[in-house]
């Protein structure tokens, strides 16, 4: 990685955790029990709002999870139909890894490897 992209992914992402997200927990009335928002002006948005929805284990058979688009941003002015909002370390290490890996790709950062192959 050289400096700018290292630059970049730090703004992005200061101490591994993402910076433009809205996160809320419905406290598991649906299925998809945590809303995620992708904020800020990411290349190729336009104008649209990208929206990851999951269950609070997205990875098992059982689990929810699912990338969506709409038109609008789906949490403003009001965002008491999503649930409470929380931070990004509230989430479960399953839903990290979602929101991590997406977040990479929406803001096209290159992965900070460490020992073992993960960021």
């Known amino acids: 990685m050289n400096r700018y992209q290292q630059i970049r992914f730090e703004l992005a992402m200061p101490n591994g955790i993402p910076r433009y997200l809205r996160i809320y927990d419905n406290e598991g009335k649906t299925m998809d029990r945590y ?11 336009n104008r649209k709002c990208l929206v990851r929805a999951m269950s609070k284990n997205p990875k098992s058979p059982q689990g929810f999870s699912m990338l969506e688009e709409y038109n609008e941003i789906i949490d403003f002015p009001r965002y008491s139909h999503l649930g409470k909002k929380i931070t990004f370390n509230d989430l479960p290490d399953d839903c990290k890894d979602i929101v991590i890996s997406d977040y990479v790709n929406i803001w096209n950062l290159i992965e900070e490897e460490n020992d073992n192959g993960t960021i």
Do not use: E, S
């Open 35 to 45: 809303t995620v928002v992708f904020t800020h002006n990411f290349p190729n948005r």
